[in-house]
């Protein structure tokens, strides 16, 4: 890391209010910034900050999706940057200082080994790219039954553009913190086509105009005619389901991230015996 670089942390510490639960999560949020000629980054974090069973549940597996996210910046393939924290999870700002400390190294020393070679290569002088990364884990939503929240990251590296990534939606119950991995059976998503379409219709008609069925599967970027479900797990937000593709995954990239939501009512069927229990169906 560039000595140069400024580094700047604000840990401010606050409680979440939610008026749906009766005894709202207390989260703290951690964000961090740092920067150099070439590279930029900023990470952010909700985090559980009780000494309750469930506070602890949910705050051991989001410190697991951290570190799964953190550690494959810049990577397209599976594998690790840099090895996991070794310390005691229970010291939060030491988790996160490491993480931060070494994404950053590496971005920064990837986007100024890239700068170089377009200098030397490339003849290219002016106007370099500046590297970013920003990831977020935030909290979606606290009600009586469920906790929800978002882990996603955007990168860019120097080409056209940058891109989302990230691991999506992480609904958790309520009760005991257990993490529900798992909305829909995904072994019935050949079922499930009518209400994907549907809800892949809505997505595309909110731009304007009507779309048909024909037109959709023209326009999909999928292998066959079988719509898969989206990577990222379908999320409860209130009575409905709602489900999120990932820029790419099924469609070009100006299409963005087609999402939708399917009322519970339709898509009770698909749901699996822990959503079930976790949504009261």
């Known amino acids: 890391m560039a000595s140069a670089a400024v580094f700047a942390l604000l840990c401010a510490g606050f409680v979440s209010c939610r008026q749906t639960a009766s005894a709202p999560l207390a989260v703290r949020h951690y964000q961090y910034a740092d920067s150099t000629q070439f590279a930029r980054m900023s990470i952010s974090a909700d985090l559980p900050d009780s000494s309750d069973a469930v506070s602890g549940a949910v705050r051991r597996a989001l410190l697991s999706v951290l570190d799964e996210s953190l550690g494959c ?13 070794a310390g005691k999870d229970d010291d939060t700002e030491a988790f996160l200082g490491y993480y931060r400390d070494s994404v950053f190294a590496k971005l920064a020393g ?12 490339m003849q290219e002088d002016d106007d370099l790219p500046v590297w970013g990364y920003d990831y977020a884990l935030k909290q979606v939503s606290d009600t009586l039954d469920r906790l929800v929240f978002l882990s996603q990251s955007y990168i860019y590296m120097g080409g056209a553009h940058g891109g ?5 939606y992480f609904t958790f119950d309520r009760k005991d913190g257990s993490l529900v991995r798992e909305m829909v059976d995904p072994s019935r998503v050949e079922e499930m086509q009518p209400l994907l379409v549907k809800g892949l219709l809505s997505y595309y008609d909110s731009f304007g105009g ?49 999402s939708f939501a399917l009322p519970l009512e339709e898509i009770d069927p698909y749901l699996t015996p822990a959503a079930r229990r976790l949504l009261g169906r």
């Not at 990837?110 to 290569?121: F, G, L, T, W």
């Not at 989302?164 to 999506?168: D, H, S, Y």
């Not at 069925?213 to 023209?218: D, F, I, K, N, Y």
């Open 164 to 168: 989302l990534t990230g691991q999506g």
């Open 110 to 121: 990837m986007a100024r080994e890239d700068a170089r070679e377009r200098r030397a290569y």
């Open 73 to 85: 910046v810049t990577l397209y393939e599976p594998g690790r940057l840099f090895p996991p924290f």
């Open 210 to 258: 009507t779309m048909t069925e024909e037109a959709l599967r023209e326009r999909l970027q999928i292998e066959g005619t079988l719509i898969p479900l989206p990577a990222w797990t379908p999320y409860p937000d209130g009575d409905a389901l709602t489900f999120v593709y990932q820029q790419y995954e099924i469609a070009c990239y100006a299409d963005g991230m087609p």
